[in-house]
């Protein structure tokens, strides 16, 4: 069910110096005319903090000594903290991210051969309880403001070393070049804060990465869908993970309130959807569960006229999980009729499995309030 914002966003301090990561060029222009300076100075403090990554105002070399130490009285810039950092065989990297309530989310960087995908969280926890996800586990503590949204991104470019230099300026020789909303939580149910964090994210004055890089994932939240295109222009995963109703009624529970039919409608609708643009359909294997061919003829037959692709997801394993993984063979079993049928379907490679960091493994030990408890 949707959450409300107000009651699961973390509170804003009443005193002590307020953060500027997560504001956006409105808000910087309020903060310096309170300050008695001129607007045009919030354009400058916009680039220092997010196309330059730089954190103490006394290197904001452009702005005058007296700005920056008004600057410094009343603002700070600060990243998550990291509370704990799991590095991969395979080079991946996982961050545990104590916020300032002493929450805490996981975020992950997946090297690749040809780019670096950062896999950003949304909430601390998840309302969603799908039945093959760790961050399921954990229910919903709150969502994430801009500030901790953004600031996962910047933590990230601060450990690969990835701010723009005079020799390495464009996006496309960095480690880290696309964003995936697909770490914990649902962003379609904080829809509000991770619109307002990828909008900074995309600003091409600031961390600037194109919306044709940016992917966000859903588990089905069908009224956001349409906002989500047209507000943003990022890609767009959709969790499906089963073919018929019953099955994923029990899988991913939200299904019971927006069924497949109507998921697949909106994603038909999906503004500028296109064969250059498709949707990616996500579907995780699981043993004797939703693996067959019969299944994926239905997968066919269901997403027919969609620009799509299908991932397919082997099973991540985690502790008391209730699946188990599909045989390679029957992946690639399920793979061939897909494609034979006209879809991509790659099958997604398990990457940072060693440090619980794959897909569908993310969680923290951050409880919800207990005051909260019987809402």
């Known amino acids: 069910m949707p959450i409300s914002s107000e009651q699961f966003t973390a509170p804003v301090a009443a005193d002590g110096p307020v953060n500027l990561i997560g504001m956006d060029r409105a808000e910087l222009v309020a903060a310096v005319v309170a300050l008695d300076e001129q607007k045009f100075r919030a354009d400058q403090l916009f680039q220092w903090i997010y196309s330059r990554g730089v954190t103490d105002f006394e290197d904001m070399t452009n702005l005058s000594k007296g700005l920056r130490t008004k600057l410094a009285e009343k603002y700070v810039i600060e990243r998550p903290e990291i509370s704990r950092v799991l590095a991969s065989a395979d080079g991946t990297h996982k961050w545990l991210l104590r916020l300032g309530d002493a929450n805490e989310v996981e975020c992950v960087h997946i090297p690749e051969s040809e780019r670096g995908t950062l896999c950003v969280s949304s909430q601390v926890g998840c309302t969603l ?156 294997m699981l043993r004797d569960v939703n693996d067959s061919d019969a299944d994926a003829r239905e997968l066919v037959r269901l997403i027919k006229g969609i620009p799509s692709k ?66």
């Open 129 to 284: 309880n799908c039945r093959f996800c760790h961050t399921g586990t954990q229910r919903l503590v709150r969502n994430l403001g801009p500030a901790e949204i953004v600031g996962q991104i910047m933590l990230a470019r601060d450990h690969l070393g990835e701010w723009p230099t005079a020799e390495r300026p464009t996006i496309y020789e960095r480690e880290l070049s696309n964003i995936v909303m697909m770490g914990m939580g649902e962003p379609l149910y904080n829809f509000e804060n991770v619109a307002a964090a990828l909008k900074i994210v995309m600003d091409d004055a600031g961390i600037a990465i194109s919306r044709r890089r940016i992917t966000l994932s859903t588990a089905g939240v069908v009224p956001l869908i349409e906002r989500c295109g047209t507000e943003l222009g990022v890609n767009l995963a959709v969790s499906l993970h089963a073919v018929r109703n019953d099955l994923r009624d029990e899988i991913v529970p939200i299904n019971r309130k927006y069924p497949i039919e109507e998921l697949l409608a909106s994603c038909r609708e999906y503004p500028g959807v296109r064969n250059s643009r498709r949707i990616t359909f996500e579907y995780v």
């Open 310 to 375: 299908v991932n397919l997801i082997p099973f991540n394993p985690w502790p008391g999980a209730p699946y188990d993984r599909s045989t390679d063979a029957r992946i690639e079993a399920f793979a061939e009729i897909v494609r034979t049928a006209g879809y991509p379907s790659p099958v997604r490679t398990p990457c940072g499995e060693d440090i619980m960091a794959a897909c569908g493994q993310l969680k923290s030990d951050s409880e919800r309030p207990r005051r909260f408890a019987n809402n």
